[in-house]
């Protein structure tokens, strides 16, 4: 089995285990992440910013016949004593860390910030781990793994317990792709996008769509202005949403639909620009200087999603019967 770091530009740390782990299943990736919509809350001194409305873990199972299990525990040991079980049977698991605590990172005990990692095997008084994401791979003894757990917990477990997960085929599944509907899931991003996400448990206190993001703006303003210490969380969000449209743009591409894929990639590029002029703002500590720069980025961000939407909905108007050409 090959565990050398899955590298791709366009993953989080979670996800680029969990794509490095579909292609191991011999699961279709570029069919995975398709996902490209908008969600929006205001939580008053911060913003949550979600391009998903359907969760990735149920998007497997439903769609591709995959099950994405997962232990949940505040408790680091209890969740290590799973993690071993897991891996005597063979299987391998992403854990969310902090990566203050993980010693080969050129952040260690430098800088706090939530980071899952591949844990692929057992060593002398520890682990194997593949960092994908930082493309190591390589020992990490017990006592670390444990101390990047318990720190996750403490800074970050009120948004979410620590956790390990892993990837597994339903039983008798084995999904080619051969079955997937590609028009619905064009669809499901315009429907998304205009205002009405397809899931019915979404969070009824987020908005969604085109609508949510000039509203966005206004917020991303204020906290520029004041230079808030939630940017960093901010930009990261930003940058999901630049990598759905880029994924989304691979996946038009797939289907053979070159004019719709530019005009995603197009999106994704003002998001990942937007992004990177934030992060800029932050690093030199001058965000609030580049505030008319990144306002003047927005206008032609939230025009590309409007040209975009409305060319996907054409389409779509147009090719009522259209179904993936074989290949």
Same mark, same amino acid.
């Given at each position: 089995?090959?565990?050398?770091?899955?590298?791709?530009?366009?993953?989080?740390?979670?996800?680029?285990?969990?794509?490095?782990?579909?292609?191991?299943?011999?699961?279709?990736?570029?069919?995975?992440?398709?996902?490209?919509?908008?969600?929006?809350?205001?939580?008053?001194?911060?913003?949550?910013?979600?391009?998903?409305?359907?969760?990735?873990?149920?998007?497997?199972?439903?769609? $591709? #016949?995959?099950?994405? /299990?997962?232990?949940?525990?505040?408790?680091?040991?209890? *969740?290590?004593?799973?993690?071993? !079980? &897991? +891996?005597?049977?063979?299987?391998?698991?992403?854990?969310?860390?902090?990566?203050?605590?993980?010693?080969?990172?050129?952040?260690?005990?430098?800088?706090?910030?939530?980071?899952?990692?591949?844990?692929?095997?057992?060593?002398?008084?520890?682990?194997?781990?593949?960092?994908?994401?930082?493309?190591?791979?390589?020992?990490?003894?017990?006592?670390?793994?444990?101390?990047?757990?318990?720190?996750?917990?403490?800074?970050?477990?009120?948004?979410?317990?620590?956790?390990?997960?892993?990837?597994?085929?339903?039983?008798?599944?084995?999904?080619?792709?051969?079955?997937?509907?590609?028009?619905?899931?064009?669809?499901?991003?315009?429907?998304?996008?205009?205002?009405?996400?397809?899931?019915?448990?979404?969070?009824?206190?987020?908005? $969604? #769509?085109?609508?949510? /993001?000039?509203?966005?703006?206004?917020?991303?303003?204020? *906290?520029?202005?004041?230079?808030? !210490? &939630? +940017?960093?969380?901010?930009?990261?969000?930003?940058?999901?949403?630049?990598?759905?449209?880029?994924?989304?743009?691979?996946?038009?591409?797939?289907?053979?639909?070159?004019?719709?894929?530019?005009?995603?990639?197009?999106?994704?590029?003002?998001?990942?620009?937007?992004?990177?002029?934030?992060?800029?703002?932050?690093?030199?500590?001058?965000?609030?200087?580049?505030?008319?720069?990144?306002?003047?980025?927005?206008?032609?961000?939230?025009?590309?999603?409007?040209?975009?939407?409305?060319?996907?909905?054409?389409?779509?108007?147009?090719?009522?019967?259209?179904?993936?050409?074989?290949?």
């Amino acid at each position: 089995m090959n565990y050398a770091p899955y590298i791709h530009n366009y993953h989080n740390c979670t996800q680029i285990i969990v794509a490095a782990m579909l292609k191991r299943l011999g699961a279709p990736t570029e069919l995975v992440w398709n996902q490209a919509g908008f969600g929006y809350k205001d939580e008053g001194d911060y913003v949550i910013v979600d391009p998903y409305y359907t969760p990735v873990r149920r998007q497997l199972a439903d769609d $591709h #016949g995959i099950d994405w /299990i997962e232990a949940c525990s505040p408790e680091a040991g209890e *969740l290590a004593i799973q993690l071993d !079980e &897991w +891996l005597a049977l063979g299987r391998t698991a992403g854990v969310i860390s902090d990566m203050y605590e993980l010693p080969y990172h050129a952040y260690y005990r430098q800088a706090h910030d939530s980071h899952a990692v591949e844990v692929i095997g057992m060593a002398p008084g520890g682990y194997v781990v593949c960092d994908h994401y930082y493309q190591y791979v390589g020992p990490i003894s017990r006592r670390d793994l444990l101390a990047a757990m318990e720190s996750y917990q403490s800074r970050y477990g009120g948004y979410k317990d620590l956790h390990l997960f892993y990837l597994a085929w339903q039983a008798e599944q084995n999904c080619t792709g051969a079955s997937f509907d590609h028009r619905r899931a064009i669809q499901r991003n315009v429907d998304a996008m205009q205002g009405r996400p397809p899931e019915a448990d979404l969070d009824e206190t987020m908005r $969604h #769509g085109l609508p949510a /993001i000039p509203v966005f703006g206004e917020k991303l303003m204020q *906290l520029l202005e004041t230079e808030s !210490e &939630w +940017l960093d969380l901010t930009h990261k969000m930003i940058k999901e949403v630049s990598f759905t449209r880029y994924h989304f743009h691979v996946f038009l591409g797939l289907c053979g639909l070159p004019e719709l894929a530019g005009k995603a990639l197009e999106a994704s590029q003002h998001w990942q620009v937007m992004g990177n002029m934030v992060a800029r703002g932050l690093l030199r500590k001058e965000a609030k200087s580049l505030r008319d720069r990144i306002e003047g980025r927005f206008a032609r961000l939230l025009e590309a999603e409007a040209d975009h939407t409305q060319t996907l909905a054409g389409w779509l108007l147009a090719h009522p019967d259209w179904s993936m050409p074989e290949r």
